[in-house]
């Protein structure tokens, strides 16, 4: 490594008698190379329209089964059942051509869910369950293939959309005659019920941050025709919010069943709304291509085909192709030991841990599975939380750390106590892992390796910068001690929140203990499932908490609002008090003005500038402590058709979006006797499983 570092007095920096201090300061310098590491399988480029298009056919077919149903009289034709223009996938961009219908995909999952009210911000477990539920009105999983010149998010629901002369307003045409899988219409009453109550209302805290300030501030929304919406802007054209229209901002619910639980029309809490569709609730309206029809706590959730799924291929063949899925209830860990050995179809191998006895298994030819490797866009990074006006109503010691926190010199500490190589090669040893100081990936197309300051490994130097911020070990008992006049000079103690349904976000936690107590602060760890982390990190009870990055680091285009604390609640980092202030620091109130441009203008060149300018910003100030970045592999069963070239696990959404499962199929000489429900659909919402056709 060449450390640019320099002989420079703490006590000069911060304007105290020479003498006084001795550590010395290493300087920032520039991010070590990583090792190389190719991904494996290039996408096929196309633009979104070879993908598909919204026509009416001829005719359209259904897998015999649920012909059964109609020969039955209990379901429409499947004309009746399409709108009069279905999304057509075109066979020319299916990878192995149109598909045959039945099997199962077997996920597995760490997760657990907590109810089907997405909107409300009930999880389901992740892992794909959402994704295929809930449909959105754009999509953005397929832009990891698309050109880009062509680079915008895919219509959905939104069919297409119009921008009036002076951007100041959107006009978003919905798919016309879809309809929700218990038969229900979609249309513009559900985005209404959707903005209204739920991006509009406080009260409500959607799972992935969807709140005003993720459509920009003062934006509106209305109703204008039976299938339209119109937003309104105040600034011209913000086109990010296309992309907060997709998967996980914009996925609109079944007003039809959820309205009337909503406290604006009942005696019911926010609480009770929230938790009014729990797992056992089957059923669950959806406009995604399968609906859970039997739930068994810490076991399985199985959904099967939506009758009324809105998504042809070319030949009018009713999607989707598969006709269930499965999410076994078990750990992250479990769903990569099954996947490598065929028990699971599907993984996201993501934990690094897990990357030499996965790779040593599927490198054996009767392996079930194929596996591999895209880009390095599986990151972590520590946030501290900025709040310091009572966000979470924190306690004195919380309150004094918040304080540390908001401090330069303490970040710039923390982030030298990180030795990134070590942290690295404590998850897995070989070229994967990389340095991350945080902020934008290297390798992606924002990144500008100039503008980014990494802060080298040094506990010297973070001891210095720590003195500079007023911590000394004042009763020698190797820890550092607040100022005589904070918390009575008492040695400073943080808790670090982590996510113990990942081994990786476990060994992460557990080397920023240990390096930290190397640097003389004491941590404590507060370790805890998924739902509980969420909520504790929701609800800002956290000093410190690992996680791992979710795509603003990556595509930035996608929610480049989630970059920066933009509005009152949109940053996990730093959200508003009670009374809806936010007190940011200055190089945040700068970075959330140079989002705010971003996001105002659409020239490529004033863009890439504002992403250096914000890259700088945030590194050199340590907004987030990078802690390491490293490739992930999809590992899927060898029986599956149509897995497009080069789907990374992760890009502008997970690989559960990006494989487009809805086109996804097994020939017949590879169909396994998988389903747990052959032969029935879906029954009435809230009902007790799936209906049989006779
Ligand atoms: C979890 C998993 C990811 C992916 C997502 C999908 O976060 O860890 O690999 O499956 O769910 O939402
Ligand atoms: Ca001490």
Known sequence: MNLLSRVASAALLVGLAPGLVSAQIVEATSVPPAPAFD??????????????????????????????????????????????????????????????????????IGGRPEGWNYIAGNSQGWGGIDIGMFECLTRTGPLFMVNSEDLAPMPNLAKDWEWSED?????????????????DPFDADDLVFYWDHHVMDPEITPLNGA??????????????????????????????????????????????ILAPEHPANSDNSYEDYRNA??????????????????????????????????????????????NEMHYR???????????????????NLEQAENFVESLRRAADPDSPARLAFGPRTIGYSMYMNFSGNGWGEPDERRQAIRELNRNADFRMGLTQVIDRVRLGESLVKGPFTAEYPGGIYAGTSFYDADST???????????????????????????????????????????????????????????????????????????????????????????????????????????????APVGPQTAWMHMANEAGEIDLMDFEAEMVDVINA??????????????????????????????TAYPGALIINKR???????????????????????????????????????????????????????
């Open 598 to 627: 971003f996001v105002a203008t659409n020239d490529p060149t004033e863009r890439a500038e504002l992403m250096k300018t914000y890259q700088r910003l945030h590194t050199e100030n340590v907004y987030s402590v990078g802690l």
């Open 277 to 322: 569709f729990p797992p056992e609730y089957l059923n669950f309206p959806v406009m995604g291509a399968w609906v859970p029809v039997e739930y068994r706590s810490d076991d399985i959730v199985v959904l099967r085909r939506n009758p009324y799924y809105w998504k042809v291929d070319d030949a009018g063949n009713q999607l989707p192709y598969l």
């Open 453 to 563: 300051v990494f802060y080298p490994y040094s506990l010297e130097s973070a001891a210095a910068h720590f003195e500079a911020a007023g911590l000394t070990d004042t009763d020698g008992d190797g820890f550092l001690n607040h100022p005589a006049a904070v918390l009575g000079g008492a040695n400073v103690q943080v808790t670090l929140l982590s996510n113990n349904e990942y081994a990786t976000d476990g060994n992460l936690a557990e080397g920023i203990v240990a390096m930290m107590e190397e640097a003389g602060i004491q941590v404590a760890l507060n370790s805890l499932a998924g739902n509980d982390f969420d909520a504790t990190r929701d609800a800002g009870r956290y000093d410190w908490m690992v996680r791992r990055n979710t795509s603003e680091y990556i595509t930035v285009i996608q929610r480049p609002t989630d970059l």
């Open 167 to 183: 951007g100041m307003s959107l006009v978003v045409n919905l798919i016309e005659g879809a309809k929700w899988s218990d038969g």
């Open 329 to 347: 209830l078990s750990t992250w860990a479990d769903r990569d030991v099954q996947a490598v050995a065929g028990t699971g179809d599907f993984s």
């Open 39 to 108: 991904a494996q399988g290039e996408p096929v480029f196309v633009n979104r329209s070879d993908v598909f298009e919204y026509r009416a056919l001829e005719s359209y077919a259904e897998p015999d089964f649920v012909a059964e149903f109609v020969a039955a009289g209990l379901l429409p034709p499947v004309a009746e059942r399409l709108p009069a223009e279905p999304l057509v996938y075109k066979a020319g961009n299916m990878p192995d051509g149109p598909g045959v219908y039945g099997d199962v995909m077997r996920h597995v």
């Open 211 to 256: 709140s005003q300030g993720t459509f920009g501030e003062g934006s509106t929304m209305e109703k204008t025709g039976e299938f339209q919406v119109t937003f309104t802007f105040t600034t011209s054209r913000p086109e990010a919010v296309l992309y907060a229209m997709a998967y996980g901002t914009f996925c609109p619910g079944p007003s039809h």
């Open 640 to 694: 599956f058709s149509n897995i497009p070239p080069g789907a990374p696990i992760f890009m502008y959404n997970w690989a559960e979006d990006n494989i487009i499962r809805e086109r996804v199929f097994v020939a017949s000489d590879a169909q396994s006797d998988n389903e747990l429900h052959p032969g029935t659909l879906p029954g009435a919402p809230g009902g007790t499983g799936p209906m049989m056709a006779n």
